[in-house]
Nanobody, 120 residues
């Protein structure tokens, strides 16, 4: 089992920065992919950034060069530094841990979500 608690959301003007943090309980987080997803009103949840236990990062195209995902395996935390924020970055951001138990069985753990609002 993994429990995730996010912090760091808020209201910021376009061009500003925010840093999201997520603390995970349990031992699964440090050995599996962690990441951030977001959901905007009327939209489906989308992947924003993923980081492997070894530090390899993947980003959705719209945030490349602006967002940076990082993790601390010893502390079971993952963070998302968001710079040059745009109004279209507005949404609820969710922390995620993906645990593949086998080739056909996996489980995703989610935090409660934190609101990010970027005003124009």
């Amino acid at each position: 089992q993994v429990q995730l608690v996010e912090s760091g959301g808020g209201l910021v003007q376009a061009g500003g920065s925010l840093r999201l943090s997520c603390a995970a309980s349990g031992s699964l987080a440090s050995t599996n992919d962690m990441g951030w997803y977001r959901q905007s009103p009327g939209e489906e949840r989308e992947m924003v950034a993923i980081i492997t236990p070894g530090g390899s990062q993947t980003y959705t195209d719209t945030v490349k060069g602006r967002f940076t995902v990082s993790r601390d395996n010893a502390k079971n935390t993952v963070s998302l530094q968001m710079n040059s924020l745009k109004p279209e970055d507005t949404g609820v951001y969710y922390c995620n841990v993906h645990v593949p138990y086998s080739d056909i069985l996996s489980e995703d753990y989610w935090g409660q979500g934190t609101q990010v609002t970027v005003s124009s």
